[in-house]
């Protein structure tokens, strides 16, 4: 008998007492839960993720499609990155004032490669204003998942309000699970020791957020 | 067919376990401040959502819908994992996961991997049994490689390191590090920023150049085939992303049905482990995805035991846990006794029902391990899908002195009574007896209170090792009964409650 058998035979017999229950999965589970916590305008809740990404120390900024190549090279040349990051499909006007040299992430490079890399710029799927909460799915303005975890500079660009939801459920409802998902809520963090939160172990330990309204 | 390994075999009984953690003054400490600081944290992060009560009672129906149709969930989550590109594996026990593993790994090439925190890897007794097999496996959550650097054992369910402090971290580092890769930087003081840099530096050469990475998950979504790891440090999104070929060993437990439920366990889990409204990182993936992440991905289902647990009609909500720790942290027996006393990789309120029924009750510590638990009911309370941990563990000990029937590896078994617990077992059916039988326990409960002053401290005979660890509630001066008559005028509680 192989293992499978021997484990979903073992599983039958331990149900032999449970009556079936014929009810449709969501019936029988019921869902009494809320969609989003409290009523807000759609400023309201783009303000809540604003402060909610604060909070997690991430750091925010605001920007008008205007003013977002400038602000990007700012930001690049704060950090003193000589090379950034750039997934296939970035908007080019948002780099268009920046200095680094882009690095383009290739299937070849290795992960050493990238690790020399100081920033990198990333769209995002949706983000959640109650958990102050970021999600990348892959697509070409993020890129592959290594992209954003190698450098130690994220700069994520969320566009408000189009991109923003209240809740985990409501964000849920807008992903896809084929694609690989990352959620990010504030940068890399650890609190093992002695319960002292240490920003940055593994993952970028700086994390900045432009909300970007058109 | 050999018994299922929990991690951590032969070690005393609980009783002396804790006795002695108690009398270390550090590890109280330590404790203490950590399960008071996260506790506190922890309510505030609950009181914010105002539908807490509706999402926990959500989540113990979605597991205990999952569990009471788990063949049917596992036929669909295992066709859902191979149709997006993975391969499943069945593991009957620990030692068959060890061996799936082993072989995998042998079949890329590769002497090393990576590996995420993960609970089941650590219960099965993963990273031996590769060592054995010429395998060498790097923990990568800070806490551990504290553990692993340290060869010593994880303490605490989220934070394994709880027990120590900065300045043995510092010092572990320091003297450690070098063996297994690159060395802690000179002058290293015990700063948790420094240490935390030292991990950094000391890990990453190993996650650029890793081959194979190895993972448990949190949830596993039947419906889709995704799998979900929760983490804050980055070093779950290293194991996940960068090597070629990812093995994930999670039990079959895990399974939820639908990608809706996520919405739930999502919104619990973190407030109730780290008390945030999010965890820094949270990784799923389905399958595999051409150029991005690993391009071998292998589930190796696990049952260990749970099968057995899920075969006792009051034990089985023990497989509903989603590994929070929240119990932990407010069980008043943890915060003094630490993780260690637990004897098992499952420390706390949910290890002392979860160990004796993925091991039984053969041994001293499985059998003591029921009570490890003052009652209190804490635990309960703050579980996010409302084990009733006191309702198992009393189930539990009344298993351990009366025996019964029970499942072992698949079988049908009767259990013997524990040997040592004579004593209980006739305290158990000389209160059976009384409770049966009201007017030989007033006329019992009147002498006792009238000779009370002549009552010892201790047992005699067969009660003396029961007491010797318990301290003997006085003799009220009136029993309850005499009290509530001359109060309320009446012999029974239902007439007096208007
Ligand atoms: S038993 Fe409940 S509170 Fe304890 S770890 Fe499991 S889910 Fe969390």
């Known amino acids: 008998m192989s293992s499978r058998e021997r484990v979903l035979g073992r599983v039958r017999r331990a149900l032999a007492d449970v009556r079936p229950d014929e009810r449709p999965y969501e019936e029988a589970v019921g869902r009494d839960y809320l969609r989003e916590h409290g009523r ?174 058109a | 067919m050999s018994g299922t390994f929990v991690g951590m075999p032969a070690f005393a009984a609980f009783p002396e376990a804790a006795r002695e953690a108690v009398g270390n003054r550090t590890l109280r400490g330590n404790l203490r ?37 788990l063949d049917r969930y596992l036929e669909q989550l295992e066709e859902s994992v191979t149709r997006a590109g993975g391969t499943v594996h069945w593991a009957a026990d620990a030692a068959e996961a060890n061996r799936i593993v082993a ?37 990568t959550d800070l806490a551990e490689l504290i553990v692993q650097l340290g060869k010593d054992r994880p303490s605490h369910i989220l934070v394994p390191a709880i027990h120590r402090n ?53 949830f596993m979504v039947a419906e889709t085939g995704t799998l979900v790891v929760v983490e804050s440090e980055g070093n779950g999104r290293m194991c996940l992303t960068l090597p070629e070929t990812l093995i994930s060993v999670v039990g079959l437990e895990k399974v939820v049905p639908t990608w809706r439920d996520l919405e739930v366990f999502l919104q619990t889990l973190p407030r109730s482990a780290t008390a945030e409204r999010m965890n820094p990182y949270t990784s799923m993936w389905t399958g595999t995805t051409g150029e991005d992440g690993p391009r071998t991905f292998h589930l190796v289902l696990l049952d260990n035991g749970r099968t057995d647990t899920l075969a006792d009609q009051v034990g089985r909500q023990a497989l509903r846990c989603i590994r929070c720790s929240a119990c932990l942290n407010v069980c008043p027996v943890y915060e003094r006794a630490g993780g260690h006393a637990y004897g098992s990789v499952y420390p706390g309120p949910i290890g002392a029902i979860l160990s004796p029924q993925l091991r039984g009750t053969a041994s001293e510590i499985d059998a003591s391990l029921p009570y490890a638990s003052s ?110 008559q001359r109060t309320h005028g009446t012999d029974n509680g239902e007439g007096a409650a208007k």
């Not at chain 1, 920007?63 to 499909?89: H, N």
């Not at chain 1, 908007?91 to 040299?101: C, E, F, G, K």
């Not at chain 1, 240490?198 to 909300?211: C, D, F, Q, Y």
């Not at chain 2, 003081?189 to 194979?212: G, M, N, Q, S, Y």
Request: aromatic share 4%; with cysteine; net charge neutral.
């Open chain 1, 40 to 213: 807000r305008s759609t400023e309201e809740t783009v303000e809540l993720l604003a402060q909610n990404l604060a909070d997690y120390r991430a750091i925010v900024h605001r920007s008008t499609a205007g003013e977002m190549a400038d602000l990007v090279m700012r930001l690049l040349a704060e950090r003193g990155s000589q090379e950034v990051l750039v997934p296939p499909g970035l908007p080019p006007q948002w780099l268009a004032a920046a200095d680094p040299v882009r690095i383009h992430d290739r299937a070849e490079s290795t992960p050493q490669r990238l690790d020399q890399v100081g920033s990198v710029v990333t769209g995002c799927a949706v983000a959640i204003a109650e958990t102050g909460t970021i999600v990348l799915d892959g697509s070409p303005d993020q890129g592959r998942r290594r992209i954003s975890l190698v450098p130690d500079h994220h700069i994520c660009v969320v566009r408000v309000p189009d991109q923003v939801v209240s809740s985990v459920p409501q964000a849920l409802d807008r992903l896809d699970p084929t694609r690989p998902l990352t959620w990010i809520s504030g940068p890399s963090a650890t609190s093992d020791i002695e319960l002292d939160r240490v920003e940055g172990v593994h993952g970028p330990r700086t994390l900045e957020v432009i909300l970007l309204s």
């Open chain 2, 33 to 69: 401040h950590a399960t008071h600081t996260i506790r506190a944290k922890r309510a505030r992060a609950v009181a914010e959502v105002s539908d807490w009560a509706e999402l926990r009672e959500a989540g113990r129906r979605i597991k205990d819908h999952t569990l009471h149709h």
């Open chain 2, 103 to 139: 072989d995998l790994v042998t079949a890329t090439g590769e002497s090393e991997v990576v590996k995420v925190k993960s609970m089941a890897t650590q219960e099965i007794g993963l990273n031996e049994a590769l060592e054995a097999a010429g395998i060498r496996a790097y923990e």
């Open chain 2, 166 to 218: 900065r300045g043995e971290i510092r010092d572990i580092f320091a003297k450690e590090m070098g063996e297994w890769g690159r060395p802690a930087p000179d002058g290293l003081t015990d700063t948790p920023a420094e240490l935390a840099e030292a991990a950094r530096l000391h890990l990453r050469e190993k996650f650029l150049r890793a081959k194979v990475g190895i993972s448990g998950a949190n």
């Open chain 2, 375 to 484: 009652l209190c009911g804490a635990c309960y309370d703050v579980c996010p899908v409302a084990i009733d941990i006191p309702e198992v563990l009393v189930h539990l000990r009344e298993r351990v002195v009366e025996g019964g029937p029970a499942v072992r590896a698949g079988n049908r078994v009767l259990l013997k009574p524990a040997k040592g617990h004579a004593a209980e077992r006739a305290a158990m059916r000389a209160a059976r007896w009384a409770l049966a039988h009201p007017g030989a326990l007033r006329t019992g409960q009147r002498l006792a209170s009238r000779t009370r002053r002549l009552h010892p401290r201790t047992l005699p005979g067969p009660g003396r090792a029961w007491s010797g660890t318990r301290d003997l509630p006085p003799v009220p001066a009136e029993p309850f009964r005499d009290w509530w």
